[in-house]
């Protein structure tokens, strides 16, 4: 894979850490690794952990997929040809050698049986350092005699041991809330094929920039944070040599499919195991395009000689195409090249006695490919040796993680760079996972105009009950005018600003006073040629209420003695209602019988108030 830019480099760091290179400061913790290749189903790169007190130093191999932390026992090798096998199986631990060991009892391992099957260790509390400064005691250990599991192993997960009713914290989470800045890590295999012998490297809490090209995208955990991904496609491409030519149904002229895209499902990044678990059908493709067979008895493609050599020489690679799940945009192409697969089977390695009894350790490797059939999806898991060339950061605390391509150099062990993943909240507590159960995006903007609106709603309430309130106390509402002289009076009114208690009207123009009667009814002006009076009885009293703007309710109103201002048409008053018999005072009221006796007035006094103009009327009166 081409390098990136300095910008994609910035931005990926930056995505996946919030951190900053600290160089020999970082908080980020490279565990130690030896140049020394163990295994009996190829050559792996160790990492060196120190068990006990005393310490014991031992070579395990980091597990993406356990929480625990195994260890061969004394009883791993035998009687017979300890020195060798020990060495093989990267070092013994013995159990009353440490004095800090507490003892648990015999259970079974910690592993998916889909795929490693059973088996039982003996399990403990011991300490675990990876240098002097870095050590954690009353760690969950499993000491395991069995051959089954060759090398010893470190969990890299987070899910907590539970013996008895106490959950015991994982390595990794004891770390990431003592030492190192996060529930995190980075890992790739090594490859002893790529200049002298590239080791692997394993960062707690952080990565190391040296080691991978970065880019912009992440994947998320598997709900039991698990680094899962989706397989869209894998396609071969080979340059041979002029000698070289591969013997199957592909010639290597041009690209060939082995994974289809309608293919595309989900597989469980997990180092424990070496292979490549994939689909049946995707098998076939393997043996047709390179012409293998499958051995039932080991479950691999073993390969002789010839055939290895064949496919060594033809320069072939391998292009992975990622995805978060089957059918998503957010993918990544990684490439292998044949060196990856190109492994071999040696003493130790289960049932291999059997195809070849003349075998012992002494005798040469078995070289195969890789690559098991998964009886069904549960079984689909991308092993070890895909890491060999590729780089993995999970991240407990995003929830995510992503798969780069590796970069080898000669100096990879001395030349670090080492850059901490920094916490989302360095304020909270380190947590395994990330809340799955966050709302969406149209939950908070539902809630959000929910809120808005309830806001709205209070602060119109709030104001109406508070302006009324106060409308109330100063007096200024009214009820509208329900007839023709309950309008009239309304309007002539609005403009009288004279609030006495009981005033007589202003006489001005009038020689003779005009009260408000004893009946607490207006009355017309007592000069003009035939008075026209209200009735007192209050069997006419209406319902509606005439109150100048601005007047106090609870004050009496003067009626002005202006004659002209009382004109009106006797057809204006013929649009008179009935209205309903209710108490209201300071009031006009009339009804049926009312309106009769007005009309009545009005005939015999239409000099008056027939429709003449204002200054006539005026004369009349006086």
């Known amino acids: ?34 140049m020394e290749w163990v295994g ?47 060495a093989d199986r990267g070092g013994l631990f013995s159990v009353n050698g440490s004095s800090s060991w507490q003892s648990v009892g015999g259970y079974d391992l910690g592993l998916d049986t889909q795929i490693f099957g059973l088996g039982s260790g003996y399990y403990g509390y011991d300490t675990i350092a990876l240098s002097e400064n870095v050590s954690m005691p009353g ?11 060759w090398l010893g192993l470190l969990g890299l997960g987070t899910k907590a041991s539970n013996f008895t009713n106490q959950n015991k914290p994982t390595f990794l989470s004891s770390l990431a809330n003592q030492t190192i800045p996060s529930l995190s890590y980075s890992y790739t295999a090594g490859a002893p094929y790529q200049l002298k012998q590239v080791p ?27 680094p899962v991904v989706s397989i869209n496609q894998v396609t071969i491409a080979a340059s041979p040599g002029p000698t070289s030519s591969i013997s199957g149904s592909w010639s290597g002229a041009k690209p060939y499919t082995l994974f ?24 076939t493709r393997f043996e047709e395009a390179f012409d293998i067979v499958y051995n039932e008895h080991l479950q691999l493609y073993l390969l002789n000689t010839t055939q290895q050599q064949t496919l060594a020489n033809a320069n072939i690679s391998f292009t992975f ?48 490919l890789p690559v098991r059939k998964a009886a069904n999806s549960t079984q689909y898991t991308i092993g070890r040796m895909f890491l060999q060339e590729t780089y993995l950061i999970v991240d407990y605390q995003r929830n995510n993680f992503s798969v780069s391509q590796a970069k080898f150099a000669l100096d990879a062990i001395d030349n670090q760079a080492l850059m901490d ?25 539902g809630i959000t105009i929910g809120v808005l609106i309830a806001l709205a709603v209070l602060t119109f309430l709030i104001c109406f009950f508070v302006f009324r309130r106060r409308a109330l106390q100063r007096g200024r509402l009214e009820q509208p005018p329900c007839t023709v002289i309950d309008r009239y009076f309304a309007r002539r009114f609005a403009n009288n600003k004279k609030h006495g208690l009981v005033a007589e009207m202003d006489n001005s123009k009038s020689e003779k006073p005009v009260e408000i009667g004893a009946g607490e009814f207006p009355e017309l002006p007592t000069d003009l040629q035939k008075a026209i009076e209200l009735p007192a009885s209050q069997k006419y009293r209406g319902n509606c209420v005439v109150i100048p703007l601005g007047h106090d309710p609870q004050m009496p109103i003067e009626l002005p003695s202006d004659v002209a201002s009382f004109r009106t048409s006797k057809a204006s008053l013929e649009e008179i ?36 103009g204002l200054e006539d009327g005026a004369s009349k009166a006086s």
């Open 40 to 86: 009996n189903d190829g050559s792996w790169s160790p990492v060196t952990i120190r068990i006990g007190n005393p310490p014991q130093w031992l070579n395990v191999l980091p597990s993406t997929a356990s929480q625990e932390t195994w260890v061969i026992g004394q009883d791993g090798c035998g009687e017979s040809g300890i020195s060798i096998c020990s």
């Open 577 to 612: 209602s009935p209205v309903s018999p209710e108490l209201s005072d300071y009031s006009v009221r009339e009804s049926a019988h009312n309106r009769s006796w007005l009309q009545q007035s009005i005939e015999s006094t239409s000099p008056i108030l027939s429709p003449v």
């Open 139 to 149: 760690q969950v250990i499993s000491v395991v005699n069995e051959t089954e599991y």
């Open 200 to 226: 692997s490297s394993l960062v707690l809490g952080g990565m190391d920039l040296n080691r991978f090209y970065p880019h912009n995208t992440t994947f998320a955990l598997d709900p039991d944070q698990n």
């Open 1 to 34: 894979m081409r390098p990136l830019s300095p910008t994609h480099y910035i931005a990926s760091i930056l995505l996946l850490s919030g951190g900053q290179v600290n160089g020999a400061q970082s908080s980020a913790v490279s565990v130690p690794v030896q």
């Open 421 to 445: 993943i920094d916490p989302p909240d360095t304020n909270a507590p380190a947590t395994t996972s990330q809340s799955a159960q966050e709302l969406s995006d149209g939950a908070w903007i």
């Open 321 to 368: 195409d990622l995805a978060d799940y089957p059918g998503s945009s957010n993918s990544v192409s990684l490439q292998l090249s044949y060196n990856a697969f190109d492994l071999a089977l040696s003493y130790g390695y289960p049932g291999l006695d059997g195809v070849f009894p003349q075998m012992n350790a002494s005798s040469l490797s078995v070289p195969y």
């Open 260 to 283: 289809e895209p309608s293919e595309a499902d989900l597989f469980t990044i997990d180092s424990t195991t070496p292979f490549l678990w994939l689909p049946e059908a995707v098998c």
